[in-house]
């Protein structure tokens, strides 16, 4: 579906992408994320042809991005923020985008109507909140029936409502059969919907594959939480006796599972506290989030 | 080309902006032509140097369009701004990007665009140039002048000659426009540039050295627009204002074609 590689931007002195290699199979949403000024952009602007490659070369849907008239035929692309022209309204804005890419313009009130602005159609593009422009921006994306959507950071600049309502529509998008590349400093918001990774930094490749593949090198834990906080050295203890390495955080005791099965452990560190006297008031099998895995990450990196 | 043509056409041809168009030029034909109609003079009068309409001229028949020449004369900065305008304008709203994602092919967006605006600025003249010939007639015998001659074969004749004319000075202007608006993609830099250029620097040059008009841009765009002067024959001033615009297209569509359009 989509390959780069050795894909090199280079600006002066200044390496904004560095001999990336990357794929991301057909019928995924795919999670883009790096510190700001990892690439992310610039990788996404050579994908479509707004920046030439320094080096390298790569396919989207098997058309090399070179070619960029004929790979952008089956794209569509929302890149830095939506940009249209603020005295048209809504409709006009994607009847010219239309023209333009010779497409249909029976699309314009399904788009509008899948991004929720059908009532808003005739207003001015000028006078639309940033949630609107953007939902607008992935309409016109749309408008081609694109097979791959390639979004730049679409939920900059929402409040929270906005950013669910960006969540939902993205996760209605994408069950269309569509491949989706979308980037976002929200990793909360990608864990939800991304089954897919691409991890920058520096314009570096740190990782791309499934999604729940990423941080499974990070052991899951197991929380044991005393209902008396006094009884917390005692369950360490415990703990301890077993072999395991247990920390002590805000009155909990946090177990790395390490090769054990995290549930029948937890069941096994409960049943033995217990036996110990020790009553406790939580014990659950808690999984590194998105955003854990990839700070640790990051912090490898720069250590 | 066609589909940026027509997407072009599709944002330009808009009710608002017709009534606008329609509105500045009924006040321009009717203003212009009494501006023009009142400074004409006897030939008499008249230095060769300076571009002064004469009682003479306009009597003739293609009078009453070359009021309508005269007055377009008074825009030139003003079509040079609208063209940096409408090419720049795109880089500072970031709608390059927009519009090169649906079509990517940089040569042909420019020449759809430039092939649109020219449409929409040819359609504009003509219209112009039939409001200022009736704003003139209506206005001509107040200031002595004979209107008897404007009707028939020879004045139709005139009348597209300068709208031809006044065509060709508006390409040339927009072709230099797009040029200033590729290299610099700023709107504020392409517009103090331009002006500066075209505007102040060139006429200064010119009061220092007589053989200016002969060799920049905006003056030769000028003579053209006067059907020559004394200082540049008619034909010198197309030859030379081609090549400007040959070379000005070449430099947009390289700079265009050439350069990322992101903000990284």
Known sequence: MLTVSGLTKRYGDRLAVDHLDLRIPRGVVAGFIGPNGAGKTTTMAMLVGLARPTAGDGTILGVPIRDTARALRRVGALLEGPAMWPSLTARQNLVV???????????????????????????????????????????AALLGDPELLILDEPTNGLDPAGISDMRELLVRIAGDDRTVLVSSHLLNELEQICDWLVIIDGGRLLYSGPAREFGAATDPEVVLRPVERAALEGLSELVSARGLEPRTTDGALLVPVGGNDALALAGSLNGAAATGGIVLSEVRVQRPTLEAAYLDMLEGVHR | MIRAYRAELARLLRRRMLIGTAIVIVVTAIAGAAIVLSAAEPAARVSSEGYTPTIESLSRAGGGTEVFRYVAAFWGTFVFVVFVGL??????????????????????????????????????????????????????????????????????????????????????????????????????????????????????????????????????????????????????????????????????????????????
């Not at chain 2, 927009?98 to 649109?116: E, F, K, V």
């Not at chain 2, 359609?123 to 112009?128: P, T």
């Not at chain 2, 004749?157 to 993609?185: C, F, H, N, P």
């Not at chain 2, 034909?235 to 265009?256: E, G, K, M, N, P």
């Open chain 2, 87 to 264: 090419f720049a304008l795109d880089f500072s709203r970031g709608t390059y990007r927009t519009m090169l994602l649906r079509q990517p092919n940089r040569l042909r967006l420019l020449a759809g665009r430039m092939a649109a605006f020219l449409t929409v600025a040819a359609g504009i003249l003509a219209v112009a140039e039939a409001a200022t010939w009736v704003a003139a007639r209506l206005q001509a015998s107040g200031q002595g002048i004979s209107t008897s001659a404007w009707n028939g074969t020879a004045a139709l004749g005139a009348a597209v000659s300068d709208y031809a004319i006044v065509l060709v000075w508006v390409t040339g202007y927009a072709v230099l426009a797009m040029a200033v608006a590729m290299l610099v993609r700023s709107l504020a830099v392409a517009l103090a540039v331009g002006i500066l250029w075209a505007g102040p620097l060139e006429h200064l040059i010119q009061n220092a050295w007589a053989s200016a008009p002969r060799f920049f841009p905006g003056l030769l765009l000028e003579a053209i627009g006067q059907r020559g002067t004394p200082r540049v024959g008619m034909t010198q001033a197309l030859v030379t204002a081609a090549v400007y615009t040959v070379v000005a297209a070449i430099v947009s569509v390289v700079a265009f074609t050439r350069r990322d359009v992101t903000t990284a």
């Open chain 1, 97 to 139: 985008l239309a023209r333009l890419g010779g497409q249909d313009e029976d699309r314009i009130a399904a788009v509008l109507e899948l991004v929720g602005l059908a009532d808003r159609a005739d207003d001015k593009f000028g006078k639309f909140s940033l949630g609107m422009k953007q939902r607008l921006g992935i309409a």
